[in-house]
């Protein structure tokens, strides 16, 4: 087995910061770069669409491996919902993923939750579940309550 | 429209009560209880196993209210894992959902993300998360860095 350096260090000023690169990372196919997004743990938690839950950055990262060892994922994050708290945020959101098909390229949409962190060197993300591709864009059902 | 009743408060000392008296919600079909266990905010996210995403408490409640009307839910939390903040918290986990068939009764997982913040009427839900289910009980992917 191969003993890797740590990830660089990224030092994120936010939330958003942090997807940003999270899913620029994706686009360019960069592994280093999107291991230096998450929290360097064992309690971080990915979940690929339609996959197993992968646990701790060692897993995150052999899974992560695999997918870019098919290219990088032309994905874009759209619909960004967020609950952010002073130490911690949740996104909620839906991914369009290009995808090539016989007839041309096709967009697929993807609802993902993304979990940060605040740690001492700076936002991280800890949570990735991404639920199966759908080919409608997701709508979202909103409702402003009445109650208040 | 009907306008109800602000859900009943419920004092959660911890993430694991809030978790606890969601799943009981759920096995025994009950509206209110359920929606108490929630945070009374248009922020919150839910997303059921292949459907839309819903947001805000009112777009949650109904869809409960559609997915009571054919009863109550058999599930049991499994493999909980927990990432714990001072006043944020997020659990993954399977739910284990006992489904009636033909050949009697199966079991069916869903993998789920549960997130909750901590709130001056204690711990509430925020988050909840689940993908689509499966017949094979899951397994999740672990392995401990070798990092640290």
């Given at each position: 087995m191969v003993i890797r350096k740590p990830p660089a260090a990224m030092l994120a000023d936010s939330p958003d910061e942090v997807?940003?690169?999270?899913?620029?990372?994706?686009?360019?196919?960069d592994l280093?770069?999107?291991?230096?997004?998450?929290?360097?743990d064992d309690a971080v938690v990915?979940?690929?669409?339609?996959?197993?839950?992968?646990?701790?950055?060692?897993a995150v990262r052999e899974s992560f491996?695999?997918?870019?060892?098919n290219g990088?994922?032309?994905?874009?994050?759209?619909?960004?919902?967020r609950l952010h708290g002073d130490s911690s945020a949740l996104h909620h959101l839906a991914e369009r993923i290009t995808v090539?098909?016989?007839?041309?390229p096709r967009?697929?949409?993807?609802?993902?939750?993304n979990a940060y962190v605040k740690t001492p060197q700076g936002w991280?993300?800890?949570?990735?579940?991404?639920?199966?591709?759908?080919?409608?864009?997701p709508e979202a059902v909103e409702r402003p309550s009445t109650l208040h």
């Open positions: 997807e940003a690169e999270f899913y620029e990372a994706l686009r360019e196919g280093e770069r999107l291991m230096a997004v998450w929290a360097d990915c979940v690929h669409p339609g996959g197993p839950r992968t646990i701790g950055a060692q491996e695999a997918i870019f060892a990088a994922i032309a994905v874009t994050p759209e619909q960004v919902h090539r098909t016989a007839e041309g967009s697929a949409w993807v609802l993902a939750t991280r993300m800890v949570v990735h579940h991404a639920s199966p591709g759908t080919l409608q864009e």
